[in-house]
């Protein structure tokens, strides 16, 4: 044993050793603490040989990991997590669970998003907004879409009256000079912009040149005016949504990679049967709330929905008032699928890239 090592040995240690007890360095206890990004299966295979050979390679004089040894051992162990059975299967099935949670994690960073906001409330500020869109004082109630969470996707006015000689142009006037920044979206209607509220406003058409006689009805110049109020979306919720969805659809990935690993080589098919039979059941019931929510993603995105009204926050893809209970299944047949793999006794692996660990 070179001169100084047993010297260092006792430094490293945390304590007294039992006799016959290998001393355990404060180096070897780092490195373990690396290891630990590597799945529970492979370092209960591979551990102490890597331990052995990262000490064996360190010497006597060093306590802490190099940078190159640190940053092999976490990219070795974040790609044996990401790894998955050979096959096309196994890829397939991952891919479109990294969707599913995708959209299930672009809901929640959206619900979070949103909670950054204050809530919207039906006070006076609202009968203000509905005066100037009707060009005089409104006394009527407002509508609140509460949803479940107890937040106001929209306040709407619910006596909406007819205005003789109401044009969108005069009310759209009115808004420019309370400080709003008014946007037509239609002969008679507009989105006025202030703050962190946004209104849409839209009323009857003007009465056209009729000269056959033609009766319409309803007559859409004697249709009432209409005022919606929503809160407008803040930054947190781009943000939420697209740290969200990779959140997700990492989650979603892994989660395929340890069932398959965990069913690999189990001999019960029944086992095998029971998560393939849940698995489906997630997808068949996840199937409607994640292509709404991808939906609700790409018509934010792209279409700039507030043009023609309150657009619908993207968590309500999953979080439906009138469907609250159907994703709350599907995540429960996922988790049924899960707690069925891990009573699964896989053999142990024999596969050449399991001792690949850098």
């Not at 781009?238 to 965990?262: F, K, P, S």
């Not at 439906?320 to 692996?349: I, N, Q």
Request: with cysteine; aromatic share 10%; charged share 15%.
């Amino acid at each position: 044993m070179p001169a100084g090592s047993e010297g260092f040995a006792v430094a490293a240690s945390t304590g007294p050793t039992m006799p016959g007890r290998p001393v355990v360095t404060g180096l070897e206890r780092r490195y373990r603490r690396l290891l630990l990004a590597y799945p529970a299966a492979y370092r209960r295979r591979h551990g102490d040989e890597l331990i052995t050979t990262l000490l064996d390679a360190a010497g006597t004089d060093r306590v802490r990991p190099g940078r190159r040894d640190t940053v092999d051992l976490l990219r070795g162990g974040l790609r044996q997590r990401f790894r998955l059975p050979v096959g096309k299967a196994p890829v397939a099935v991952a891919v479109f669970a990294a969707f599913v949670f995708g959209a299930l994690g672009a809901g929640t960073g959206s619900f979070l998003g949103w909670c950054t906001t204050p809530p919207l409330r039906v006070d006076q500020s609202a009968a203000q907004i509905a005066g100037l869109a009707i060009g005089e004082p409104y006394v009527g109630g407002f509508s609140r879409d509460d949803r479940w969470q107890l937040r106001a996707v929209k306040v709407e006015a619910v006596d909406p009256r007819y205005i003789a000689g109401w044009t969108s142009t005069s009310a759209a006037a009115r808004f420019t000079a309370a400080g709003w920044t008014v946007e037509p979206t239609g002969p008679s209607a507009f989105t006025a912009n202030r703050g962190t509220l946004r209104t849409w406003v839209t009323g009857p058409l003007p009465a056209a040149e009729n000269p056959a006689g033609v009766v319409m009805w309803p007559d859409p110049s004697a249709a009432p005016v209409s005022v919606v109020i929503w809160p407008a979306e803040p930054a947190a919720v781009t943000a939420g949504v697209v740290t969200g969805w990779l959140a997700g659809a990492v989650a979603g990935w892994l989660l395929v990679a340890w069932v398959a690993y965990q069913l690999r080589g189990d001999r019960s098919w029944a086992r095998r049967g029971t998560v393939a039979i849940l698995a489906a059941v997630a997808v068949l019931v996840l199937f409607r709330p994640v292509l709404w929510t991808y939906l609700l993603i790409v018509t934010g995105a792209v279409l700039s929905p507030d043009r023609w009204g309150p657009p619908s926050p993207v968590y309500v893809g999953f979080i439906d008032s009138d469907a609250v209970a159907v994703p709350l299944f599907g995540l429960a047949a996922v988790a049924a699928a899960c707690l069925t793999a891990a009573r699964a006794r896989p053999t142990p692996s024999h596969d050449p890239e399991d001792l690949v660990h850098s």
